[in-house]
Structure formats: C-alpha cells, structure tokens
C-alpha cells in the first residue's frame, strides 16, 4: 500500500497564498504525482500533475497563471503553490499518484492521500 502523506492547507485570504506538500514512498519517484480538489456539493477535479521528473506538468483551467506544480530534489514529494487564492479556490485538496499519466487523465488514479482543507475567506 503506497502512502501518500498531505499537509499545509489551512485559512487563509482571497488574494493570499497557500502551499501544499505531499510525500510519497521512499521508491516512489517514478509515479506521476498531482492534486485534485472536491469542493462541497461538486465533483472532484483536477488540480495540476507532473510527471516523474517534473518536466511534464498539467494544470486544470480554473487554475492556470495561479499556481504551480513542482517536485523535490528526491523526486517523492510534490508541491503545490497556490497565489492569488479566490473563495472558489475552497476545498478538500488530494494528493495523487500514479504508475501512468493516463490515471489523471481519466480520474482512475491508483493512490490517494486523505487530502486537507483548504478555505479562501472574501
């Protein structure tokens, strides 16, 4: 069972920032890793995605030009930094990963973390 471990959400302003990290297993640097977001009452969405080296990376529309995906030196830990938060920005945050790109593409991703709160106050 891989675990994927979460934390920096919290409270914090329209217009502020935020910074999410995600450890992964130790082995874990081949995985494609991202985050997807459930705000109450919608669907889950797609956040942003790298590949195994951070090269590649994905964002969804909602996000682009406001945050940004990277990787750590040790290629198991992903990092989310989020700017110029909005209200609709508020959410439960997952932590991703998995063996195929292809899983974030369709939604059917192969780990989860158990994600963190994030809340934009306007």
């Known amino acids: 069972q891989v675990q994927l471990v979460e934390s920096g959400g919290g409270l914090v302003q329209a217009g502020g920032s935020l910074k999410l990290s995600c450890a992964g297993p130790r082995h874990g640097s081949s995985l494609t890793m991202g985050w997807f977001r ?57 932590c991703a990963a998995d063996r195929a790109w292809s899983g974030f593409k369709t939604g059917n991703i192969d780990y989860w973390g158990e994600g963190v709160q994030v809340t934009v106050s306007s």
């Open 38 to 94: 459930q705000a109450p009452g919608k669907e889950r969405e797609i956040v942003a995605a790298t590949n195994w080296n951070g090269v590649a990376t994905f964002y969804g529309d909602s996000v682009k030009g406001r945050f940004s995906i990277s990787r750590g030196a040790a290629m198991n830990t992903v990092y989310l930094q989020m700017n110029s938060l909005k209200p609709e920005d508020t959410g439960v945050y997952y």
